[in-house]
């Protein structure tokens, strides 16, 4: 195999304590070309076993990526820095891009194919993917799922993204490339909040933004993204719906509540909004994802719900406690905007109105 083939050379970062004091372990695995070049860095303490050491105090990670990925991959996962993770220079094929945007993909999915199918070129960086053969991409999932720990949806999403390279952008057999390894999904039951665990959320957010944030999710059954998207424009009222821009720009309508209504007009008065329904602290900036995540949490944590809550959650409650109180399957179906019937069907196995009435068989036995 050619010098163009060979497969790239890994580093992989550790936290460790030598001598009482904090450094950085780097694990090359006795390369020669990377020892080279680690020997002629200042910061650097060779060892005799591999490795190298670099102490925490003066180690920047911007500055060790910029110096070392041009001749190998680094795996930085288990280092936890004080500051940001170098910036994303992401690489890829033309066309690729151009393709997911002509083809109406959603912003988020170009987003993630963009960033996974730049890991996957990275992986491969001095080969040529274009005569990389399914066994080699089945190894590069093998290694995310061994060694980054990936969850079974991230795989498939992955695989995903390089698939749409292989079959869409360069035209190759759906058949063949159908040989890369999938993760077989398990499809679990929906984690749903109490009434009463939602009531208490919303009872301790004193800050308006952050109860018409939380109560707007829950009460028109929204995905995180979907939330973040709104405009002033889709609140309308006088029909009492919130219109959103779903998965695949496929737009629906839900339930605006009358409570939340006051709410939201207050808060417009108090916050303005320029462009985004709710927006950060700069004025036409959308509002941070991970800042809705964590005002989720905190609430939850305040009033003393120990089990693990998440933004998905609240749609989840929202179709789940919908069922419980008469409302059909299919008028859920069009308010969460799912595709089949199936998908939502199975908030039939949460709820627990339809089971409460069912007699158990234990308790007739005497009547036999």
Known sequence: MDNVQRQRENIVLYKDKKDGADYIRIEYAGNGDISQL??????????????????????????????????????????????????????????????????????????????????????????????????DINKYILYLVNEKKISVSQQNMRINAIKFYYEQVKGGQRQYYGGITRAKEYKSLPEVLSRNEVARILACLSNRKHRCMISLIYSAGLRRSELLNLTPKDIISERMLVRIMGKGRKCRYSLLSEKLLKDLREYFKEYRPQKWLFEGETPGEQYSASALVKILKEAASRVGIKHRVHVHMLRHSFATHLLEQGTDLRTIQELLGHNDIKTTSIYLHVTSAHKSSIPNPLDSLDDS
Do not use: C, Q, W
């Not at 200042?42 to 911007?62: C, H, K, Q, T």
């Not at 070392?68 to 680094?74: D, G, T």
């Not at 993770?85 to 109406?104: A, S, V």
């Open 38 to 135: 680690l020997v002629r860095d200042a910061d650097v303490e060779m060892a005799d076993n591999g490795s190298a050491y670099i102490p925490a105090a003066i180690f920047r990670l911007s500055d060790f990526y910029d110096r070392y990925s041009p001749h190998a991959y680094i795996d930085y996962s288990r280092v936890y820095v004080g500051h940001p993770k170098p910036k994303r220079e992401y690489t890829l094929p033309e066309g690729y891009l151009e393709l997911l945007e002509r083809k109406r993909y959603s912003p988020s999915t170009i987003k993630t194919y963009r960033a996974y199918f730049s890991d996957f070129m990275e992986y491969h960086k001095g080969r040529n993917i274009d005569r990389l053969k399914v066994a």
